[in-house]
């Protein structure tokens, strides 16, 4: 059972920094794609950001230049860094992943509970 927990959301000032992070446990073969998205109250979940297996990364107009994804292949974890926060990046940030469990024959997409990520004076 392959499971993703993201972990290192809270309540942070406008122009604050927070660095998530998503664990995937479970048998795993290989992580291929890893995103974050988010969803704020009453609005349509949105796609943040991008990495893919070989490393490239990509990320939604809003938060380019502000927030660098990151991954430690390793340790089956993704990060997400946050810089120059602002009200508006306030949401539930999902890991989600596609990945090929152990002995499996196709890749499936996961996705983690969500981490809360509050910005307010």
């Known amino acids: 059972q392959v499971q993703l927990v993201e972990s290192g959301g809270g309540l942070v000032q406008p122009g604050g920094s927070l660095r998530l992070s998503c664990a995937a446990s479970?048998?795993?073969?290989?992580?291929?794609?890893m995103n974050w998205d988010r969803q704020a109250p009453g609005k349509q979940r949105e796609w943040v950001a991008r990495n893919t297996y070989g490393g490239s990364t990509d990320y939604a107009d809003s938060v380019k230049g502000r927030f660098t994804i990151s991954r430690d292949n390793a340790k089956n974890t993704e990060y997400l860094q946050m810089n120059s926060l602002n009200p508006g990046d306030s949401a539930v940030y999902y890991c989600?992943?596609?990945?090929?469990?152990?002995?499996?024959?196709?890749?499936?997409?996961?996705w983690g509970q969500g981490t809360q990520v509050t910005v307010s004076s």
């Open positions: 479970g048998s795993i073969s290989i992580m291929y794609t």
């Open positions: 989600n992943a596609d990945i090929l469990p152990l002995r499996a024959s196709r890749m499936y997409h996961y």
